[in-house]
């Protein structure tokens, strides 16, 4: 299976790159997790916020694979701990379909992409860096695949 993770932003810190890439090797085939880098809406002086994120969201739902369960990280969505999400994980891995996760970007997700999403996953009630968001998530279904593979990496 192969978990997407769509993210508004291109030029990251090298700390958000080597985060995301120390956990995202360590899955197997059974469950690779695919960076997808989508480019932010140019804001100027005095921006169109709200046309931006529109845009935004636009992108990530085109480059979501036809037919992908969506799940969009927002901060209303369903705050899972370790086990909910191993979960999860465990049941996307049954279902045997491609999973697209969504990242907005500085200034959110788009309200369209959270009403065609199949579910909403807070990481946090705290408000994260869009960047940290990528590390995060990659070492959290890294955990949740350890734990379902009673790998020692999970010791809770």
Same mark, same amino acid.
């Given at each position: 299976m192969k978990i997407h993770l769509l993210a508004?932003?291109?030029?990251?810190?090298?700390w958000v790159?080597?985060?995301?890439?120390?956990?995202?090797?360590r899955?197997?085939?059974?469950?690779m997790l695919n960076l997808v880098e989508i480019p932010a809406g140019k804001r100027g002086a005095h921006p169109d916020?709200? /046309?931006?994120?529109? %845009?935004?969201g636009e992108r990530l739902l085109t480059a979501a694979p036809a037919g992908s369960r969506?799940?969009?990280?927002?901060?209303?969505?369903?705050?899972?701990?370790?086990?909910e999400l191993a979960e999860q994980l465990a049941g996307w891995l049954r279902d045997g379909r491609e999973i697209s996760l969504l990242v907005g970007?500085?200034?959110?997700?788009?309200?369209?992409? /959270?009403?065609?999403? %199949?579910?909403?996953?807070?990481?946090s009630r705290l408000t994260l860096p869009h960047p940290l968001v990528r590390v995060v998530v990659a070492e959290q279904i890294y955990r949740a695949w350890s734990l379902l593979h009673h790998h020692p990496y999970h010791r809770a």
């Open positions: 508004i932003g291109t030029r990251m810190p090298s790159k080597a985060g995301y890439s120390e956990y995202a090797e899955l197997t085939r059974e469950c916020l709200a /046309r931006i994120v529109h %845009d935004e969506i799940v969009a990280l927002d901060e209303r969505g369903q705050p899972w701990s370790t086990a970007g500085p200034d959110g997700l788009d309200p369209a992409c /959270r009403a065609r999403a %199949d579910g909403l996953w807070s990481l």
